[in-house]
């Protein structure tokens, strides 16, 4: 179950909080844990400082969703929470469907920037997409082959692994392909990616063995 850490000192809104995200299916606790998918904080508690505590939260856990609760006049508070690490603060009074539906909105963006961030392999001056299978150098996009994309993939995902041709062979094409196909893309690559193809400083040789990505 999901846990939120629910940190509001006037007892009828914090019952309040606590069943809304109940019925919900979150787990509301009252005190920090390691495994917080989110956090919801008034910005006014009496014995912690409240953004302290949102700083703490978010230093420790940069994927936790963090919503303030503020007065409607609190605008000096707002901008202070967003600052040390809020995501969003929400005015007093709200509805339940409205604390719930801000949560489930922040919970939802961290979650596709993870995806995406996941999908990113970026290294020195290199960027990767794999979700649109783009390259950029210093911000210039280089066009691959399938081919060589997919070489370019496996090296990049294992920064300083040795991949013997066998494996990129096997893991890119399949046994039933040749291992010159392998040296062919790897020297366009180079030609492609290199500032000097002739001594690559990016995809490196393993004497003996197959190549590497040196980041």
């Known amino acids: 179950m999901k846990k939120v850490l629910v940190m509001e000192d006037v007892e009828y809104i914090r019952d309040f909080i606590i069943g809304a995200l109940t019925r919900a299916g979150y787990e509301p606790v009252e005190e920090p844990t390691s495994d917080l998918v989110a956090a919801v904080l008034d910005s006014k508690l009496k014995n912690v400082d409240s953004f302290d505590l949102c700083q703490t939260l978010r230093d420790k856990n940069d994927q936790i969703v963090i919503l303030m609760l503020t007065g409607r006049n609190q605008h000096v508070d ?3 929470g967003l600052m040390t690490g809020a995501d969003a603060y929400l005015v007093k009074p709200f509805s339940p469907a ?7 909105a922040l919970i939802h963006r961290v979650r596709l920037e993870a995806v995406r961030l996941e999908e990113i ?15 950029e150098k210093f911000g210039e996009k280089i066009r ?30 399949g046994e039933e392909e040749d291992l010159k196909q392998v040296d ?12 000097d193809p002739n001594q690559p400083a990016y995809i490196t040789t393993v004497w003996g063995h197959g190549y590497k990505w040196s980041s």
Not at 121 to 135: C, K, V
Not at 187 to 195: A, G, N, P, S, V
């Open 98 to 104: 409205a604390l719930l539906n801000y949560l489930e």
């Open 184 to 195: 062919m893309n790897i020297r366009r690559l180079r030609i492609k990616l290199e500032d």
């Open 121 to 135: 392999l970026a290294s020195g001056p290199f960027i990767l997409d794999t979700r649109s299978r783009s390259l």
């Open 78 to 80: 707002q901008m202070t």
């Open 144 to 173: 691959l082959t399938q081919g060589e994309y997919s070489v370019l993939k496996l090296l990049m995902q294992h920064p300083g692994r040795d991949f013997s041709k066998e494996e990129i062979l096997c893991t890119v094409w």
